[in-house]
């Protein structure tokens, strides 16, 4: 089956392509990063992602949402250093790790309790997130092991088969670096990946010592 294209500078294929992922839908989406894979955050909807991707399932799913109202609907605890975060990187490239809520779909956590969650900048993927209501996964829209997609047609290319359709708006997408992911489960911040967001600029708003595993494409802590 082919994918459907859905514009998304029309309000109306936003709609369309919402209400394809509230039915069960993979819809291939525009971030202010690469695109994203974007599934219900149901059972099906991530194992539906796992099977497109040929993800391990080891591998945790992040999960976007639309605004940082909708935080306790994915976890449980918010710690006191998340807030400054949240409110200078986001909407931005900054996915917080946080205790994962019982209502996150087990194999979206890898069993480990945990879920990665942001809200992207970008007007197309914000509008998406309004419609809908309700978050979405946000892993990269890619075969495990390929290169992110910074395009409608290289999503396409790797997933087309696969998934139900694209929201296409290339000039939204900077096809840059990841978000960095920012492990606030324990006692002190951990950076888990390196990317758009550098530690010296986490360090500064969160005012305390943040621990790196992180490594560079070049194998270096940043």
């Given at each position: ?199 010296d600029e986490i360090r500064a708003v969160a005012g305390m010592r ?13």
């Amino acid at each position: 089956m082919t994918a459907r294209v859905f514009a998304g500078s029309s309000a109306t294929d936003i709609v369309t392509a919402a209400e394809l992922i509230r039915q069960g839908g993979l819809v291939a989406v525009p971030t202010d990063t690469i695109y994203g894979l974007a599934a219900a955050v149901t059972p099906d909807g991530v194992q539906r992602v796992f099977v497109a991707k040929e993800r391990p399932a080891d591998m945790r799913l992040p999960v976007l949402l639309g605004t940082a109202a909708d935080l306790p609907r994915v976890a449980t605890r918010l710690p006191r250093v998340a807030w400054p975060l949240i409110d200078r990187f986001w909407p931005g490239p900054l996915t917080l790790v946080l205790p994962a809520s019982r209502e996150m779909p087990e194999a979206l956590t890898a069993g480990g309790g945990t879920v990665g969650v942001r809200v992207p900048a970008g007007r197309t993927i914000l509008r998406l997130l309004e419609v809908l209501g309700e978050p979405i996964t946000g892993t990269s829209a890619n075969v495990s092991g390929r290169p992110g997609a910074a395009t409608a047609e290289e999503a396409l290319a790797q997933l087309g088969d696969r998934i139900d359709g694209v929201l296409a708006m290339d000039g939204e997408v900077s096809g840059g670096s990841a978000s960095t992911v920012l492990d606030l489960s324990g006692k002190l911040p951990v950076v888990r990946r390196a990317g758009a967001i550098t530690v010296d600029e986490i360090r500064a708003v969160a005012g305390m010592r943040v621990e790196i595993l992180a490594l560079t494409e070049a194998g270096q802590k940043p």
